[in-house]
């Protein structure tokens, strides 16, 4: 499994607003892509809170982009501390052929859908920084910087150095979280709270 570093916000304003910020700065827009996730659970782990059933949590993943389409089986690994921040994260993933062919192997395997994700994923850098922009599901922004960027000629060596990111850049977020769980959020939303 490939471990890795990231943080999560969400984001105390529109879309459009968050764009004028960043340009402000000097991030340009490097790439935009669809995320399209269906999160599979076996029925028998439909248990506990929302963190833990994730954790064991099937995702097939269906990645659009510009001129290339992309279908994943994903794994996602989350261990948190007290205050249910991250404190270790990986992921195992592999391409598929067939997103419902997968779909009915995995129901034939005892797994149900959960919940499905849509993300319009807006990649933006600067020449030392690098910014995910998600918005989820028409409803809620965030912002993901991960440990290894893509465009910006950088890799962030610790959870501080990320989350000094979005506080020099003042990116206006909500609370003062910096693990947002999106997929807790969309459970909460679509089941209540558990």
């Known amino acids: 499994m490939n471990y890795e570093n990231e943080i999560t916000v969400e984001v105390d304003t529109s ?9 402000s700065r000097g991030f340009k827009l490097k790439e935009t892509y669809d995320l399209n996730d269906i999160y599979l659970i076996n029925k028998n782990n439909k248990k506990g809170d929302y963190l833990s059933m994730l954790n064991k949590c ?8 510009e001129n290339k389409e992309t279908k994943m ?12 921040e991250i404190i270790k994260q990986g992921k195992v993933k ?11 192997l995995f129901e034939k395997l005892d797994f149900e859908e959960l ?8 990649v933006y850098a600067t020449d030392k920084d690098e910014l995910v922009i998600q918005n989820v599901n028409n409803k809620h922004i965030y912002i993901e910087i991960e440990d290894k960027c ?3 000629n950088k890799f962030y060596n610790s959870i501080d150095e990320m ?14 979280d910096f693990f947002v769980k999106k997929a807790e959020i969309e459970l909460q939303e679509t089941y209540g709270k558990n």
Request: net charge negative; charged share 35%; proline share 2%.
């Open 15 to 23: 879309l459009e607003d968050l764009i004028d910020i960043i340009k």
């Open 58 to 65: 099937v995702l097939i993943r269906d990645i659009i982009e």
């Open 73 to 84: 089986l994903t794994y996602k690994y989350k261990e948190y501390n007290e205050k249910k």
């Open 94 to 104: 592999i391409k598929i052929d067939d997103i419902d062919n997968s779909k009915f």
């Open 115 to 122: 919940i499905r994700i849509n993300d319009h994923i807006l």
């Open 150 to 152: 893509n465009y910006a």
């Open 163 to 176: 989350k000094n990111v979005i506080i020099d850049n003042n990116i206006p977020v909500k609370g003062n």
